[in-house]
């Protein structure tokens, strides 16, 4: 057996497992626990919306764009051949 197949099945089996465990719950407690993860979700899900438009509502809330520093131009134009051609008086 691969390493794939081996995990697929532990997936599989810890879902069943799981399956099952959820089956044998009494159907009041599962509907609680539904309300529960729903509602957990729901105020997730307006925290992050909150925390967006306050974090770009905000006046300071600025992007800059800058050039990434890091090889610099120079070392690379000094050292080409290139710019002799682009700077030869033949082009004028």
Known sequence: MTAMKKLRDTIEQYVLKTENHWKVLPIAKQRLLTKVFFGGYVLLTIIVIVNVFISTGQRRNT??????????????????????????????
């Open 63 to 92: 992007m800059y764009i800058n050039h990434i520093d890091g090889i610099s131009k120079k070392t690379i134009e000094r050292s080409s051949g290139h710019n002799d051609t682009v700077n030869s008086p033949a082009k004028e």
